[in-house]
């Protein structure tokens, strides 16, 4: 009896616990030294991908909040005591059921709008304008090619990373970043969070994604695809420059690549 | 010795083991058993054992992620560690477990004798451990399998992974899927056609329509895996190009037909439980489980869409904005029919006359878990946002969370629940709160961080991180959070051995139960029914102890039960029960000799493995099913 | 009161009224229908996806697989003449039927062998390409069924032949033919879409 009192105590306390850490997540989220946080967009698509996990994020939290109320209320008000008559046999309630099956129903389907234009908005072709990228996933290094900033030879401008030092993709700000995405072995997968979320590099096929970085900065990636041994070192850093800087950048790397024989 | 007697001494020894296995008595009787009682215990304590093995392996990757580039196993022993781990849980935990309940109460819920092929249900036990061990077995034959439990293509193909730690794993998800499959078979047989009199579909326990669903989820959806698993095969083997970009294949078909199999599963995985909760709730609130109707529909209908859901594990593969789209829909849909079973469940609490035992903790456990994994699911089934969660961590917190804080807290609350019922005595009761607690506090401490670490751009299966990602602190946590688990476990583990030497005795019906495996004793007799029973009402065995008195509140009969019991009239003696049989093992062993014959191209051993394949399935067809 | 019935018993009553047996095999049957779509699925996806030949064209002879897919056809008939047979209690009938029928079984797998030499001879095999692949193992598969339902009828008629199999016992002719059946209708789906559709 006291023994069940300081039980419902404890469970109250263990569940406040249980929440606390995940109301840590909101407040994780605030960057500190978390240089692929998806709660710290640095790109348009990153932060459409972030509105979205907030949509049904916070529904959520209020659900499991409720869920969580009414178990607890239930275990503190109808426990069992010396005494109790047994409970009335209530074989359910028609109309609430409905109720609580058409409910929930509607909420996701109002989730699901627009969830579905974002879908569309970022899935669209890129815009013709857009800074074209061809990322090539390799065990266990990335390489980028960019297939309109070509060198004497005609070669386009290559970036390989190596075992030792992942590659710098480095790309301009404020202009659209057409991806095409593919592997030269296993399935990868090319993510860098603060960015937007990934795509897979499968070979055989080539997978397109648009990007637009906001600020200039270096935001890490990695691969996101398990691809083997070395799957955890396949990693690459995004640097953003201003267009101009980006442009000098291109003219330096271009000039060291044909000097370097292609 | 003459040779002439050595024939006839064979057989007289092997009929002399068939008599003793029929006295439930020695290891033949293990060994040879059909009766789906035994069958159900051998399910779950190897089932059991393979937990520990899985947990260790889980000890270990924990322990290699606790601080930044650890060292505790190299990459490729991560890489295996983490694929057995996986595999392990899943199809010789989990899955197994939950053949432990259909075995030990589905023919008690529904009043039947035993199952309706016990042979068959034998050959399912021994076929799961043949697998389970042939899976273990790569370890001695130079790795355990490395491709991850879900073995995309090409990497798992052989340029790639040219050891044989992929076919083990290939040919030991095939027999397990014999023996899930077998399993399958039988129980369907054994709901539609054996319920006892009076018994309609709608009387029957949840548990039982739940085992019903996953039933046919099974046989519906593992032939898809079986066709990737041999196009895998065949790939490896015989250098077929199912998978082969070169040849113009595509991985991508792999995924497919895997994730057309795996999303079933993972509903195959906890529908079962989901059961379990269903019958505990209500005996330990003693009320009905409100809205059974609505919980048994919505039951069938998750099993319905799980079928239509299964490229949401492949958003980021690029099949485009119409399919992701359309993906997306269905996923979220599915959230419905899951959010009915809670919110019936927790009407079913309320009003109640609640009873905190072990079984109820373990399922309120199981719902406060369940539902954080479910709105998480919800938050997956975002496409968008799915961009970034996919390969993450929070995508390991998510499946721990329905996986681990649904599934096995649901087996324990069931374990609890019925032990009593098969071994005659409680659990200790404050072994069991202490079990429970440090199981919440445990799970809750290893993967609420994986949350977070996911959003903070952890991608999982890697085998090491840097520092200076704000992961490090989050990781450490979740490495003291598995050891916590890992000592509740202990601390059950203890708990069943001093039970069975001293627990209390429980007596046919320790927690005033609703259902028929209430109405005979602890342990049962191995016909379970003297008469097979007539049922009147759902929840019969209740109906049978209480009358509805005014106010609609439960009075209890005074002797004799709330109506006469009719039904057929045994003798002990006279109750014919299916002969033991050792068939069943035999064809069961000549499984993995056929499958190493492939796996190390050695022809000899699969026509080996054939002969005793064949010579198990005749004698088993020749052979009488009951002796006298 | 509840066991597994040898050869030699009848049918126990059931809650649906099907016999635990045939109720088992249509199960079963459920299941081998989503093994095969998935191998026909494949077959379909990567149809005329193939890179290099042999291609169907090249190599498929319509008319011979016709005739193999007519005798494959014919069994199915013999199959059910085996049903009504024991089901009547014709037990001689019945013998010679179940023999019939596994024999036209036979000559069915002995026209996939000669084909698949044939295919072999002329380049295409399980390696080469896409065709050679998901042709061999969707056609590979469906041939080992048959002869697991050779296999069974050759045992049913050996059983038969001792005399074990009558009109008491002829659910379990009838079950086999349920399998048999199946196997026929498989083979008449993998015929249309994979011979007959091709030029298309």
Same mark, same amino acid.
């Given at each position: 009896m006291g023994l069940d009192a300081l039980r419902i105590d404890k469970k109250i306390t263990f569940y406040l616990a249980i929440f606390l850490p995940i109301l840590a997540v909101g407040l994780a989220g605030c960057g500190v030294d978390a240089p692929q946080n998806t709660f710290a967009p640095a790109g348009e698509v990153a932060e459409k991908q972030r509105t979205i996990f907030y949509m049904a994020m916070w529904p959520a939290v209020a659900i499991l909040i409720g869920v969580w109320l009414v178990l607890v209320m239930a275990l503190i008000r109808y426990r069992r005591r010396p005494g109790r008559p047994l409970p009335k046999q209530v074989h359910g309630n028609p109309v609430l059921e409905v109720a609580w099956t058409l409910a929930p129903l509607a909420l996701l389907l109002g989730l699901a709008v627009p969830m579905v234009a974002t879908v569309f908005d970022l899935g669209r072709n890129p815009k013709a304008e857009a800074l074209r990228i061809r990322v090539i996933g390799h065990q266990w290094v990335w390489e980028f090619q960019y297939p309109t900033i070509m060198d004497e030879k005609g070669k386009p401008l290559t970036i390989l990373g190596t075992p030792d030092r992942p590659p710098e993709l480095h790309l301009p700000v404020g202009r659209e970043i057409a991806l095409e995405i593919t592997s030269g072995d296993v399935i990868h997968s090319f993510w860098v969070p603060r960015l937007g979320g990934k795509m897979d590099a499968i070979p055989g096929r080539f997978n397109h994604m648009w990007l637009v970085i906001n600020e200039p900065g270096v935001y890490p990636g990695q691969c996101a695809e398990f691809c083997g041994l070395l799957h955890a070192d396949m990693r690459l850093i995004v640097v953003a420059h201003e267009e101009e800087d980006f442009q000098r950048w291109a003219q330096e790397m271009l000039a060291r690549q044909s000097k370097g024989g292609g | 010795m003459a040779t002439v007697s050595q024939p006839v001494s064979v057989l007289e020894a092997l009929r002399r083991v068939r008599q003793e296995a029929a006295t439930y008595r020695g290891i033949w009787s293990w060994i040879a058993t059909v009766d789906h009682k035994r069958i159900g215990i051998l399910y779950g304590v190897t089932a059991f054992i393979f937990l520990l093995a899985g947990g260790i392996e889980a000890l270990l990757i924990r322990l290699q992620l606790a601080t930044p580039n650890g060292d505790v196993v190299s990459p490729e022993v991560y890489n295996q560690l983490f694929t057995m781990h996986g595999t392990t849980m899943?199809?010789?935990?989990?899955?197994?477990?939950?053949?432990?309940?259909?075995?030990?109460?589905?023919?008690?819920?529904?009043?039947?004798?035993?199952?309706?092929?016990?042979?068959?249900?034998?050959?399912?036990?021994?076929?799961?451990?043949?697998?389970?061990?042939?899976?273990?077995?790569?370890?001695?034959?130079?790795?355990?399998?490395?491709?991850?439990?879900?073995?995309?293509?090409?990497?798992?193909?052989?340029?790639?992974?040219?050891?044989?730690?992929?076919?083990? +794993? =290939?040919?030991?998800?095939?027999?397990? $899927?014999?023996?899930?499959? &077998?399993? !399958?078979?039988?129980?369907?047989? %054994? #709901? *539609?056609?054996?319920?006892?009199?009076?018994?309609?579909?709608?009387?029957?326990?949840?548990?039982?329509?739940?085992?019903?669903?996953?039933?046919?989820?099974?046989?519906?959806?593992?032939?898809?895996?079986?066709?990737?698993?041999?196009?895998?095969?065949?790939?490896?083997?015989?250098?077929?190009?199912?998978?082969?970009?070169?040849?113009?294949?595509?991985?991508?078909?792999?995924?497919?037909?895997?994730?057309?199999?795996?999303?079933?599963?993972?509903?195959?995985?906890?529908?079962?439980?989901?059961?379990?909760?269903?019958?505990?709730?209500?005996?330990?609130?003693?009320?009905?489980?409100?809205?059974?109707?609505?919980?048994?529909?919505?039951?069938?209908?998750?099993?319905?869409?799980?079928?239509?859901? +299964? =490229?949401?594990?492949?958003?980021?593969? $690029?099949?485009?904005?119409? &399919?992701? !789209?359309?993906?997306?829909?269905? %996923? #979220? *849909?599915?959230?419905?029919?899951?959010?009915?079973?809670?919110?019936?469940?927790?009407?079913?609490?309320?009003?109640?006359?609640?009873?905190?035992?072990?079984?109820?903790?373990?399922?309120?456990?199981?719902?406060?878990?369940?539902?954080?994994?479910?709105?998480?699911?919800?938050?997956?089934?975002?496409?968008?946002?799915?961009?970034?969660?996919?390969?993450?961590?929070?995508?390991?917190?998510?499946?721990?969370?329905?996986?681990?804080?649904?599934?096995?807290?649901?087996?324990?609350?069931?374990?609890?629940?019925?032990?009593?019922?098969?071994?005659?005595?409680?659990?200790?009761?404050?072994?069991?709160?202490?079990?429970?607690?440090?199981?919440?506090?445990?799970?809750?401490?290893?993967?609420?961080?994986?949350?977070?670490?996911?959003?903070?751009?952890?991608?999982?299966?890697?085998?090491?991180?840097?520092?200076?990602?704000?992961?490090?602190?989050?990781?450490?946590?979740?490495?003291?959070?598995?050891?916590?688990?890992?000592?509740?476990?202990?601390?059950?583990?203890?708990?069943?051995?001093?039970?069975?030497?001293?627990?209390?005795?429980?007596?046919?019906?320790?927690?005033?139960?609703?259902?028929?495996?209430?109405?005979?004793?602890?342990?049962?007799?191995?016909?379970?029914?003297?008469?097979?029973?007539?049922?009147?009402?759902?929840?019969?065995?209740?109906?049978?102890?209480?009358?509805?008195?005014?106010?609609?509140?439960?009075?209890?009969?005074?002797?004799?039960?709330?109506?006469?019991?009719?039904?057929?009239?045994?003798?002990?003696?006279?109750?014919?029960?299916?002969?033991?049989?050792?068939?069943?093992?035999?064809?069961?062993?000549?499984?993995?000799?056929?499958?190493?014959?492939?796996?190390?191209?050695?022809?000899?051993?699969?026509?080996?493995?054939?002969?005793?394949?064949?010579?198990?399935?005749?004698?088993?067809a020749l052979e009488p099913a009951t002796e006298g | 009161m509840t066991h597994q019935p040898r050869l030699a018993e009848t049918t126990l009553e059931t809650a649906t009224g099907l016999d635990n047996r045939k109720l088992m095999m249509w199960l079963f049957l459920a299941s081998e229908a989503v093994f095969f779509g998935s191998l026909i699925a494949t077959y379909l996806l990567y149809r005329g996806q193939s890179l290099q030949g042999p291609y169907p064209e090249d190599v498929f002879n319509i008319p011979f697989t016709s005739v193999s897919s007519f005798i494959l056809l014919m069994s199915s008939a013999t199959m059910a003449l085996a049903v009504g047979a024991a089901q009547r209690g014709q037990l001689h009938q019945m013998r010679t039927w179940l023999l019939v029928t596994p024999l036209l079984g036979i000559s069915f797998l002995a026209g996939q062998a000669f084909e698949f030499t044939e295919f072999y001879r002329q380049g295409l095999t399980l390696s080469s390409n896409l065709f050679g692949t998901t042709f061999y193992v969707l056609t590979g598969f469906h041939g080992a069924h048959v002869s697991v339902g050779v296999l069974i009828l050759l045992s049913l008629w050996a059983a038969a032949m001792l005399g074990k199999i009558g009109r008491h016992n002829a659910i379990n002719v009838e079950i086999a033919g349920l399998y048999w059946h199946f196997v026929d209708i498989v083979w008449i789906v993998i015929f249309t879409l994979v011979y007959l559709l091709e030029p298309l």
């Open positions: - | 899943i199809f010789l935990v989990v899955m197994p477990m939950a053949s432990a309940f259909f075995n030990l109460l589905v023919p008690l819920q529904i009043g039947a004798r035993d199952v309706a092929f016990p042979r068959l249900n034998a050959f399912s036990y021994w076929t799961f451990l043949m697998g389970g061990l042939l899976l273990h077995a790569s370890v001695l034959a130079g790795g355990a399998p490395n491709g991850g439990w879900f073995g995309y293509a090409p990497l798992t193909e052989f340029p790639y992974n040219p050891g044989h730690g992929i076919d083990f +794993w =290939a040919m030991g998800l095939q027999i397990l $899927g014999i023996s899930s499959m &077998a399993s !399958a078979f039988n129980f369907i047989v %054994t #709901i *539609l056609n054996m319920r006892a009199p009076g018994m309609s579909l709608f009387r029957m326990p949840v548990f039982t329509w739940m085992t019903l669903a996953t039933a046919f989820l099974i046989i519906l959806a593992m032939p898809a895996i079986a066709v990737a698993l041999f196009q895998l095969e065949f790939d490896r083997l015989f250098g077929a190009n199912f998978f082969n970009p070169v040849k113009g294949g595509t991985p991508l078909l792999w995924q497919h037909l895997f994730w057309i199999f795996g999303h079933p599963e993972v509903y195959i995985l906890i529908l079962p439980v989901m059961g379990i909760i269903s019958e505990v709730l209500p005996t330990f609130s003693q009320k009905p489980l409100f809205g059974y109707p609505f919980v048994v529909f919505s039951g069938i209908a998750i099993a319905f869409m799980s079928f239509g859901v +299964w =490229a949401h594990h492949m958003y980021t593969t $690029g099949l485009g904005p119409i &399919a992701n !789209a359309a993906f997306g829909v269905s %996923t #979220i *849909l599915i959230a419905v029919p899951t959010g009915v079973k809670i919110f019936n469940w927790l009407a079913t609490l309320w009003g109640g006359n609640i009873s905190l035992r072990a079984p109820l903790l373990f399922a309120v456990g199981f719902i406060a878990m369940f539902v954080i994994g479910g709105l998480t699911g919800v938050t997956h089934s975002m496409v968008p946002s799915d961009y970034q969660q996919q390969d993450s961590y929070y995508v390991v917190a998510h499946f721990h969370q329905v996986l681990f804080g649904g599934a096995i807290f649901g087996i324990f609350a069931g374990i609890y629940y019925w032990f009593p019922k098969f071994t005659g005595r409680l659990l200790n009761e404050k072994l069991a709160q202490l079990h429970f607690w440090l199981m919440l506090v445990g799970f809750n401490l290893t993967f609420q961080p994986m949350m977070i670490l996911g959003l903070m751009g952890m991608p999982r299966r890697i085998y090491t991180y840097p520092q200076g990602m704000g992961w490090d602190e989050w990781n450490m946590l979740a490495t003291i959070g598995s050891f916590v688990i890992a000592l509740s476990i202990l601390v059950f583990m203890a708990n069943v051995v001093v039970s069975l030497r001293r627990g209390e005795e429980a007596g046919a019906d320790p927690w005033d139960g609703r259902t028929l495996e209430w109405s005979i004793p602890s342990p049962p007799p191995p016909y379970n029914f003297r008469r097979i029973p007539v049922v009147r009402a759902r929840d019969d065995f209740w109906h049978r102890k209480y009358v509805e008195g005014p106010g609609g509140r439960p009075v209890p009969v005074v002797a004799g039960g709330a109506y006469e019991k009719h039904g057929h009239q045994e003798d002990e003696e006279h109750i014919h029960l299916p002969s033991p049989s050792y068939f069943p093992l035999i064809c069961s062993l000549g499984l993995p000799i056929f499958a190493l014959g492939f796996i190390f191209k050695d022809y000899a051993l699969v026509a080996a493995g054939a002969v005793v394949i064949l010579y198990g399935i005749y004698g088993w | -």
